[in-house]
């Protein structure tokens, strides 16, 4: 099997107002282990503020497994990833056009 590495990255915005219930709720557990078990790695989520007083997500993983999709549906239809969206998603608005979480284009890359 070779594997080979994917990298990605997605951009939402976060209700100012929910801005410290999704930093406590990410403290915990979560569903780190659903993520792991579907083959994400480092995934990590940052936080800014913008000059205009709105608060985006930044979020980062790698994906290191054989079938991206087979894994994706998997983690999609799991009831605990699903509650896990239902608590998460009422807090973030999607940029104009999306439906969730926009993907970046990866432009550059040092291993």
Known sequence: ???????????????????????????????????????????????????????YEFAYYEYVGDDYDADMSRLSKNPRNVDWLRLCDPMQVPLPGQKGWEQLNEIFYNE
């Open 1 to 55: 099997m070779n594997r080979k590495k994917r990298r990605f990255g997605m951009i939402i915005e976060l209700k100012s107002e929910y801005v410290e219930d999704y930093k406590s709720l990410h403290s915990g557990p979560g569903i780190r282990d659903l993520l792991t078990k579907s083959n994400i790695t480092n995934f990590s989520i940052f936080l800014k503020k913008m000059p205009d007083g709105r608060y």
